[in-house]
């Protein structure tokens, strides 16, 4: 499914009427953000800079130090720092504020009540599932495989993909990459590839990407990781399931910086024969479920009946307010549930 607001004659002109002289624009994103989140922000940061536009990127959270080399990165705003006044400010000054890669308000924490109440035009560009209606301009598709593909092709449908310059086709190449596993699931399609050869062609040089994400690792992280596989990674083969837990004293243990446990569920899928995995963290607050999946068995589906979350299909967030132990608990007692369409799942 999809909606582009670019489909509407009317729409696309209201849109471009709006953008016609220059705003002050805020652009968002979800909590901890990841690589598609903080690319896509930085490369329509971009564009809209060289459209003249005033913009500032707000982050709900932080986000972990493998994206601080994302061109634009050091005037992104943490809502939770010692800013967090200039950001009420420029959200509420605001007159166009996008939301990027998120599908429902309460994915940007504390920063919704001041997107909800502001009076600025909202632009939502996601794929993510069942978005929620709170923009007045949406760019959607759960086909898509990254939100930075949508922002490619927004500025492309908008006829300004002359004003992608290399360091802003850094930033959306490397959600590209990140959101589909270096280009390996099912979401990878003939056209994002046509989309990541023509960020190549502006001067993306990948092996510089790669690099930068994902063999730009502490000593402490591949320590965890090591400790994560050996010693936390449980396998049910009678379930054809996978899924590791993480105490707070084990992230502790191992100096685990925010992101620092990014990318390590899905080890757990690449068992041979298993069809979904899951990995808990203790947070202070909560704890965080990311759950990943092959084939027809929806975590999202899984993700959002069972633990207040959602997401794509293979790939999808929870949470829960209760232990460790009790969140785990809860997690088996519901395998029994699912088990033929686990086993069958081929």
């Not at 560009?125 to 990254?146: L, M, V």
């Not at 105490?247 to 024969?273: C, H, M, P, Q, W």
């Not at 899984?302 to 232990?323: D, I, L, Q, V, W």
């Given at each position: 499914?999809?909606?582009?607001?670019?489909?509407?004659?009317?729409?696309?002109?209201?849109?471009?009427?709006?953008?016609?002289?220059?705003?002050?624009?805020?652009?968002?994103?979800?909590?901890?953000?990841?690589?598609?989140?903080?690319?896509?922000?930085?490369?329509?940061?971009?564009?809209?800079?060289?459209?003249?536009?005033?913009?500032n990127v707000i982050?709900?959270?932080?986000?972990?130090?493998?994206?601080?080399?994302?061109?634009?990165?050091?005037?992104?705003?943490?809502?939770?720092?010692e800013k967090q006044?200039?950001?009420?400010?420029?959200?509420?000054?605001?007159?166009?504020?996008?939301?990027?890669?998120?599908?429902?308000?309460?994915?940007?924490?504390?920063?919704?009540?001041?997107?909800?109440?502001?009076?600025?035009?909202?632009?939502?560009?996601?794929?993510?599932?069942?978005?929620?209606?709170?923009?007045?301009?949406?760019?959607?598709?759960?086909?898509?495989?990254?939100?930075?593909?949508?922002?490619?092709?927004?500025?492309?449908?908008?006829?300004?993909?002359?004003?992608?310059?290399?360091?802003?086709?850094?930033?959306?190449?490397?959600?590209?990459?990140?959101?589909?596993?270096?280009?390996?699931?099912?979401?990878?399609?003939?056209?994002?590839?046509?989309?990541?050869?023509?960020?190549?062609?502006?001067?993306?040089?990948?092996?510089?990407?790669?690099?930068?994400?994902?063999?730009?690792?502490?000593?402490?992280?591949?320590?965890?990781?090591?400790?994560?596989?050996?010693?936390?990674?449980?396998?049910?083969?009678?379930?054809?399931?996978?899924?590791?837990?993480?105490?707070?004293?084990?992230?502790?243990?191992?100096?685990?910086?925010?992101?620092?446990?990014?990318?390590?569920?899905?080890?757990?899928?690449?068992?041979?024969?298993?069809?979904?995995?899951?990995?808990?963290?203790?947070?202070?607050?909560?704890?965080?479920?990311?759950?990943?999946?092959?084939?027809?068995?929806?975590?999202?589906?899984?993700?959002?009946?069972?633990?207040?979350?959602?997401?794509?299909?293979?790939?999808?967030?929870?949470?829960?307010?209760?232990?460790?132990?009790?969140?785990?608990?809860?997690?088996?007692?519901?395998?029994?549930?699912?088990?033929?369409?686990?086993?069958?799942?081929?």
């Amino acid at each position: 499914m999809q909606e582009f607001f670019t489909d509407s004659v009317q729409k696309l002109q209201d849109f471009n009427l709006l953008l016609a002289s220059p705003k002050r624009i805020v652009i968002t994103t979800h909590q901890n953000p990841d690589a598609d989140a903080l690319g896509s922000s930085l490369g329509l940061a971009s564009y809209l800079k060289k459209k003249n536009h005033s913009v500032n990127v707000i982050t709900p959270t932080d986000y972990p130090e493998f994206l601080q080399w994302m061109p634009g990165e050091k005037g992104v705003i943490n809502f939770e720092s010692e800013k967090q006044e200039t950001a009420k400010a420029l959200i509420a000054a605001a007159e166009v504020i996008f939301c990027l890669d998120f599908s429902a308000m309460g994915r940007i924490k504390a920063m919704e009540e001041y997107v909800r109440s502001a009076s600025a035009k909202k632009v939502l560009i996601d794929h993510h599932q069942q978005p929620e209606n709170f923009a007045d301009f949406i760019f959607w598709s759960e086909k898509a495989a990254a939100t930075c593909q949508l922002i490619y092709l927004l500025i492309e449908l908008l006829g300004d993909k002359a004003l992608i310059d290399i360091p802003a086709a850094e930033c959306l190449y490397a959600g590209l990459v990140t959101d589909t596993g270096s280009f390996r699931f099912d979401s990878t399609t003939k056209d994002l590839h046509r989309v990541a050869g023509e960020l190549i062609e502006i001067g993306v040089r990948t092996n510089d990407i790669h690099r930068k994400i994902f063999d730009n690792n502490s000593l402490e992280r591949i320590q965890f990781l090591g400790f994560a596989l050996s010693e936390k990674l449980v396998h049910l083969p009678e379930y054809r399931v996978s899924y590791m837990s993480i105490s707070k004293e084990e992230l502790a243990r191992f100096g685990s910086k925010n992101g620092d446990t990014e990318g390590i569920v899905n080890y757990g899928l690449s068992i041979k024969d298993v069809q979904m995995t899951a990995m808990f963290v203790e947070r202070d607050d909560m704890i965080r479920i990311s759950f990943r999946s092959v084939k027809d068995f929806s975590v999202s589906e899984f993700a959002r009946n069972y633990f207040s979350g959602g997401g794509h299909k293979n790939a999808a967030g929870g949470r829960s307010h209760e232990s460790l132990s009790k969140t785990l608990e809860k997690f088996l007692l519901l395998l029994p549930l699912h088990k033929t369409q686990l086993l069958n799942n081929s």
